[in-house]
């Protein structure tokens, strides 16, 4: 049996029930009208950058290829649909069967993207691929929010490391998800031991206020920690007094201590004082880590402060003001008829209130400039033009059902570092603005 | 076995690694230095309320006796920890028989709160207690944040039933989690069938966009639509001109036609156009379900719209701006050392920040006025005052590591409704402002 990629600390055997009602009903009523077998090809894109970000971050797509691979409905689930009457006899029986067997092709992870990219494509019938909308929605709107944030925190922080310890702010399974897409965001380790145990990401940590607060002196629960975890640990110096604790830190610990971690306060001036502090001591080794409330400008306010590692809680973890992706996945072709060689047509919603979709299958690249540099992410139906060929980011990741795109996850993390240093350079600034590159479309008959 | 209550539709055997590194660094430096059998008391609680809300809303208790429950390290997980090195071998050791032994009490589920409210208290040794922060503090986090937004939109609906149908907007567990929190908080289904398997909430669902686009004629699809599902169904009438499609849907289902709904435009135009027009073609009956992008501020602006139901999906499922409670989990009294017999003292961190902290074992009352409406939400340490011991908060959870408190999750339900219907009027304004009740402080020695 393939594994459920769920950050879970255990295997999961399904997950058929990450849909929503409507998906089902609407197999059901297509099986009845004989259109359900009709080929159909669905894309996953968001209208528009969440307001003021230069780019997004492709995160999560291992997690829906293991979530695909493992979207069963075994007897149990069929039970509860059959006692909720969700849906009838006949799309129970074609239930128990699913099996995707459909083409998936995606950006790649940690790629970046932008308004009107088609981040996902998924081709197959009408029936096997519309049940799949809610579960690859979820992973890729959660993991790309956590990922852009994260993306935004690791340009801030300039090369320093990053450690994530969110898991505390949000659900205890999304944080896992999250510490893996700050992983690809540029993240260098986290606080979540499942997170570590599924992903295999470095985990890091040391000690709270807690265990300050439990010895009768500081310089007891000092001597503890360094007594069990050793000299180059990291002591917590913000429970009463920063200067004393700083002092008596060195006193137990020697100039070999391995770091001061600071957690409230003004951390540029504080971390100023205390680098000053630890080299009067001698301790000029000795790094500090800042942990309190920070965001990408916090850490970017932090530059020149004599900081050694960040670490990143609940603005992480909530997408820095973004929480969720506006991703959606809609239907932008059919067959016109259920024969499996029948021509697909373009399709797409049209009505009020911006939600207009561009209908057919579509292809993405990204135009570079003399220099190298992105300059467009280029949106097109029908033949990909010849200059463009090289540069296209779609990859096959299902052929047939059959998943052919994993990769480790380094591998996002790289791509995403390669895909950032690409961009045009405003493409890092913190500040508001528009996305870093323009989306041209090259629609059939569009003349372009 | 218990069920570990993640929201998922298997059970998860355990809970132990949704935990953060320096839990059990603590663990294993406090074991080596004697300090660790300290008897200790943790609270939950915040320091403030998101900004401009006027009360909190306490969900995921439940999930929190079941993560407590079967917070155990089998060993899969103890091998993880061994080769990792996270901790050494007497703390290996130590886990392998972990079972939390101490108490619990807490704010019921569904119960309103405000800063300073200690909304959980948990009790034993150091060492049993530490563990349990991040697990806790997840599970409180997201899900109050969840079930405070959805008590607004609740309020501004007045009456009308609200559908949660968030799932494709956050991790697809936190989406099962979000439902149950939303539930709770006073919806009144869900899309999700996730939750419908392990929360018996109902699920509700028939179309989208992509099943009109499947046929070749919106009429098609309609037809479809009410063969299989029956007349009562709710259709979908805006992927291409409303009106029309209002006229064709009558058309195909007849009066009967269980209902229409609408997904884009100014909804308080369309709906009043579309009332208009199912009552001319004598659709009297005929219901309108609106579902485009709605938070609480859109529901009210709904208010005199003829309306009957609401779906809510990105607003609800991140809070409503508000995507996490910023509850903390401190020691706030431990004992003068490892003897059972040992006073508690109360604990605090002092630092700059405004991370202060209160320190003692506290209770917690709601004072009523005259009316019998709340006046003040009282925290304390020491005896509870006579005059209000009947109005405590706190109940008990866990007694020596059982869980007591289990509910049926309709009583959070009620309990929500109740508790929300007690406070003054001014509770439910959406318009932002200070806390509905003031918290007072009654701790030993102040003088109260």
Not at 41 to 48: A, I, K, L, Q, S
Not at 157 to 164: F, K, N, T, Y
């Amino acid at each position: 049996m393939g594994v459920a990629d769920l950050g879970l600390p255990v295997d999961v055997p399904s997950t058929a029930l990450f849909t929503d009602h409507y998906e089902l009903t609407m197999l059901q009523a297509a099986l009845k009208a004989g259109t359900a077998e009709r080929r159909g090809v669905f894309e996953v894109f968001t209208r528009r950058l969440p307001h003021g970000r230069r780019y997004g971050v492709v995160a999560g797509t291992g997690r829906v290829l293991d979530a695909v691979e493992n979207f069963r409905f075994d007897a149990g689930v069929l039970g509860y649909l059959r006692e909720r009457r969700v849906v009838d006899e006949p799309t129970l029986q074609w239930l128990a069967d699913y099996r995707f067997s459909g083409d998936i092709w995606g950006y790649p992870e940690g790629e970046v993207y932008f308004p009107g990219s088609p981040i996902l494509r998924v081709e197959g019938s009408f029936g096997e691929c519309v049940l799949l909308e809610t579960v690859i929605l979820s992973i890729l709107n959660h993991d790309s929010a956590i990922a852009a944030a994260a993306s935004r925190m690791a340009s801030a922080a300039g090369g320093r490391p990053l450690i994530e310890m969110g898991a505390r702010r949000t659900h205890e399974l999304a944080a896992v998800a999250a510490s893996r897409a700050a992983y690809v965001g540029g993240f260098t380790s986290t606080s979540d031991l499942a997170a570590g145990f599924r992903y295999n990401i470095p985990t890091v940590g040391t000690s709270a206020h807690a265990f300050t607060l439990l010895h009768d002196r500081e310089r007891d629960a000092f001597q503890a920690q360094v007594d069990s975890l050793g000299r180059d640990t990291t002591l917590l110096v913000d429970t009463y007094d920063v200067t004393e604790a700083v002092r008596t830190a060195v006193e137990v610990a020697g100039p070999e201590l391995g770091a001061v971690r600071i957690d409230s306060g003004d951390l540029l001036l504080v971390a100023h004082r205390v680098r000053q502090q630890l080299d009067e001591l001698g301790a000029r080794d000795t790094k500090i880590v800042v942990t309190s409330d920070l965001d990408e400008y916090a850490i970017a306010s932090l530059a020149a402060a004599p900081v050694d590692a960040y670490g990143v809680g609940t603005q992480l973890v909530t997408g820095s003001g973004h929480p969720t992706a506006s991703m959606v996945y809609k239907l932008v072709a059919r067959a016109e008829s259920a024969d499996p060689r029948a021509p697909l047509k373009a399709v797409a919603k049209k009505s009020s209130g911006g939600k207009t979709s561009i209908g057919g299958r579509k292809w993405a690249a990204r135009r570079l400039d003399a220099d190298g540099i992105a300059e467009a992410e280029v949106v097109g139906t029908g033949p990909v033009p010849a200059e463009l060929a090289g540069r296209q980011l779609l990859v096959e990741l299902v052929k047939g059902g059959e998943v052919v795109g994993r990769e480790p996850l380094d591998a996002a993390r790289e791509r995403h570092a390669a895909a950032r240093a690409a961009l045009p350079l405003s493409a890092t600034q913190l500040s508001r603005g528009e996305p870093v590159l323009p989306t041209e479309y090259a629609t059939e008959g569009s003349g372009n």
